[in-house]
């Protein structure tokens, strides 16, 4: 079946940085979603992607379907502690009818 | 408040003792799911419905039953619990009949003995 690489699986940064995280694809997607999960909570949908090449934002966050459509980015900028969880990406091919998630970018913000 | 319930929120259990797990939202979404989340195998699908009466399976069916008699509620049922069903269980839901923006529940956590 469709597999998605999420990269990078781990990030340690100093609050205020910049964060970047990606996943690619072996298929083509036409959404990519993202998450975030808290400790002990279910994900919560951060931004829904739908055409290739899609930049959208929402507050810090910015992510990017690629042109490819077999890609996507997520950048969070100037970092702050609750931002820690688990990143999440997803993607949906139209023809399935399942989402394929990725591994996961566990985030840890350092004071 | 729209949401996801789930319950219960956590399961001990010994192997072989039928369980539910139940699912409700409300916010007449069509589609409903549920995953089971492993360290290091991330979410996986077990079941999916589309609409009330329309089930199907997903990547890891095995060993649970679904059914989706209203359109509120997706319970999990494990027949015959292994220890190898110890997991952290979602339910998710979305308007329309796919795996859009999907909404999830707060989680199930199992531990079958």
């Known amino acids: 079946g469709q597999q998605l690489n999420q990269s990078p699986q781990s990030m340690f940064i100093q609050e205020g940085e910049d964060v970047s995280m990606n996943c690619t694809s072996s298929?083509?997607?036409?959404?990519w979603l993202w998450y975030k999960q808290d400790p002990g909570e279910g994900p919560v949908l951060l931004i829904a992607?739908?055409?290739?090449?899609e930049l959208t934002s929402n507050g810090r966050l910015t992510a990017q379907f690629g042109i490819t459509r077999k890609d996507s980015f997520l950048n969070i900028s100037a970092s702050i502690p609750s931002d820690v969880g688990i990143y999440f990406c997803?993607?949906?091919?139209?023809?399935?009818?399942?989402?394929?998630f990725g591994s996961g970018t566990q985030l840890t913000v350092l004071p | 408040e729209a949401q996801v319930t789930q319950n219960p929120r956590y399961l001990i259990t010994v192997t072989g003792k039928k369980l539910t797990v139940t699912c409700s939202q409300n916010?007449?979404?069509?589609?409903m799911s549920w995953y089971r989340q492993d360290p290091g195998l991330g979410l996986r699908q077990i079941y999916y419905?589309?609409?009330?009466?329309?089930?199907d399976k997903g990547d890891v069916p095995e060993g649970y039953k679904v059914s989706r008699k209203e359109k509120r509620n997706f319970p999990l049922i494990l027949e015959s619990p292994s220890p190898n069903q110890t997991s952290l269980y979602f339910c998710?839901?979305?308007?329309?009949?796919?795996?859009?923006?999907?909404?999830f529940g707060p989680g199930t956590r199992l531990t079958v003995t």
């Open positions: 916010m007449n979404h069509e589609y």
């Open positions: 992607l739908y055409k290739a090449g």
């Open positions: 298929s083509i997607f036409n959404t």
């Open positions: 419905s589309m609409n009330v009466e329309v089930t």
């Open positions: 997803a993607g949906f091919s139209g023809s399935a009818r399942q989402l394929t």
């Open positions: 998710a839901s979305s308007l329309g009949t796919g795996p859009y923006e999907q909404y």
